[in-house]
């Protein structure tokens, strides 16, 4: 339990000490470096993700945007939404588990497996986003 | 095109950093998506969206609590939508 919430703890250190001054100075929009728990720092990136999967759809909708662009952008985000779905799913588990584990319905090696699980889908769905980029800088 | 040149900004934005030795590519995973802060740059709607979703974290975090199933539901509906208008696109039309 220790090692994984370290594990976690050391993520979100990595991340913050390699953000640059205007992005811990922009806190008020940057809702993953507020994120403190493993469920609130997965709540804040997919509803980053969410933003962005928004103005893909925008983009979607205008006229003038190349169908290249919006071919990329639509095979990204067919990648990208399972990923981010069940980042939500595995965040929700550990939620429901931590509750049972309050009540002593469950154990602790349940939630250490659910935090495993979470980070893997986690460190699978940021990449996918990064394909999005990809597609879209290949194709603007 | 202010749509456009800002999700070109956000994705310009999130660029694949070199992961920690430590952390290999988990590492990378997180730290690219801090900059997703820089989708506030380009647009107001994206900005709001964002502050939005700070103001929300930063209220769970202060109330010491997971989201609730509420807010989950609210915010993969946005996604469903959002994602069924970009899969219902059809090159030519």
């Known amino acids: 339990m220790i090692n994984i919430l370290a594990r976690f703890a050391a993520i979100v250190l990595m991340a913050l000490s390699l953000g640059a001054c ?5 806190r008020e929009y940057n809702a993953v470096s507020i994120a403190e728990t493993p469920e609130q720092r997965t709540y804040a990136v997919y509803g980053s993700f969410v933003v ?8 979607i909708q205008t006229p003038g945007v190349q169908d290249k662009i919006k071919v990329a952008l ?23 588990i931590r509750r049972a584990l309050a009540m002593g319905q469950t154990t602790e090696d349940k939630l250490n497996i659910a935090l495993l699980d979470l980070e893997q889908w986690y460190t699978r769905l940021v990449p996918a986003v990064n394909d999005l980029i990809k597609f879209v800088e290949e194709n603007k | 095109m202010d749509v456009l040149n800002l999700v070109l900004t956000l994705l310009g934005n999130l660029a694949v950093l070199s992961g920690d030795p430590v952390l290999g590519a988990k590492g990378k995973a997180v730290t690219s998506l801090l900059t997703l802060v820089q989708l506030a740059r380009g647009g107001s709607e994206g900005l709001k969206e964002l502050q939005k979703l700070a103001d929300q974290v930063e209220a769970m975090v202060k109330e010491g609590r997971a989201p609730t199933d509420v807010e989950w539901d609210a915010l993969k509906a946005q996604s469903d939508e959002a994602h069924a208008i970009i899969q219902n696109f059809k090159p030519g039309e």
């Open chain 1, 22 to 26: 205007s992005i811990l100075s922009q």
């Open chain 1, 74 to 96: 639509q095979k990204a985000d067919a990648v990208a939404k399972p990923l981010a779905d069940k980042s939500l799913e595995a965040a929700d588990a550990i939620t429901d």
């Open chain 1, 52 to 59: 962005a999967e928004r103005q893909a759809a925008a983009i």
